[in-house]
Every structure is written in structure tokens, then in C-alpha cells.
């Protein structure tokens, strides 16, 4: 069973970056895709990001293409969220979940897949 902790999160004014990481415990991560999440109030759960076992694999949502990278090291066990040129709209409540695949080169933006969840971290973007 993983543990996952999510680390990184502020406040940042539109056009600035910040980087959030995902640090997992408790298993094989080699095992496992994660994905990046996020949540506003009064809104349903997105897809932000997510990345297969071995990282040869990765999708964004089409509102953050350009702007985020997503990488994963399997050795210290932990997957960044690269966001740069931050807008309001990417203000929400950023979660990092992952589930056991049994492909390597499978990535999901569907929150309904996966099965570990962190807390969360809190990503504000003000004017």
C-alpha cells in the first residue's frame, strides 16, 4: 500500500511557476503510474497530468499543454509537476494519486483509476 505526500504548493501571481512534488512510500513505485489532480471549489476532480511506470509515457490536459512538465525518479521514489506561466484558472487544490499497472507504457487522466491519494497541496494564482 503507498503512501503518497504531496509538497510544494503556494500562492503565485499569474506568470510565475512553481513546482510541486508527489513522494511515495510504502511500495514498489517501479509498479505504479501517477497522476497530478486538481481540485477547485464547487468543482469536479481533473486531470492534470499523469505519467506510466517508467515515465516513456505521459498526457496533460489540453489547458496545461506547454506549460507543465511531469518527470518521475523511481529511485527517490517521487514525481515533480513542473507549472510555469500560471494563470487564475489553475488555482485549486493539487493532488497526486497513483494506482498499480500492469503496462509500462499506460498513463490515465482519469481520477476514477486510481486508487492511492495524497492530501493535497494548495496552488493559489491571484491578479
Known amino acids: 500500500q503507498l503512501h503518497l505526500v504531496e509538497s510544494g504548493g503556494g500562492l503565485v501571481q499569474p506568470g510565475g511557476a512553481l513546482r510541486l512534488s508527489c513522494t511515495a512510500s510504502?511500495?514498489?513505485?517501479?509498479?505504479?503510474?501517477i497522476g497530478w489532480f486538481r481540485q477547485a471549489p464547487g468543482k469536479e476532480r481533473e486531470g492534470v497530468s499523469c505519467?506510466?511506470?517508467?515515465?516513456?509515457?505521459?498526457n496533460f490536459a489540453e489547458s496545461v499543454k506547454g506549460r507543465f512538465t511531469i518527470s518521475r525518479d523511481n529511485v527517490k521514489n517521487t514525481v515533480d509537476l513542473q507549472m510555469n506561466n500560471l494563470k487564475p484558472e489553475d488555482t485549486g487544490n493539487y493532488y497526486c494519486?497513483?494506482?498499480?499497472?500492469?503496462?509500462?507504457?499506460?498513463?490515465?487522466?482519469?481520477?476514477?483509476?486510481?486508487?492511492?491519494w495524497g492530501q493535497g497541496t494548495q496552488v493559489s494564482i491571484f491578479s
Open positions: 505519467i506510466s511506470r517508467w515515465g516513456g509515457r505521459t
Open positions: 510504502g511500495g514498489v513505485v517501479d509498479y505504479y503510474m
Open positions: 494519486a497513483a494506482v498499480r499497472s500492469t503496462s509500462g507504457d499506460y498513463a490515465s487522466l482519469y481520477p476514477y483509476d486510481y486508487h492511492y
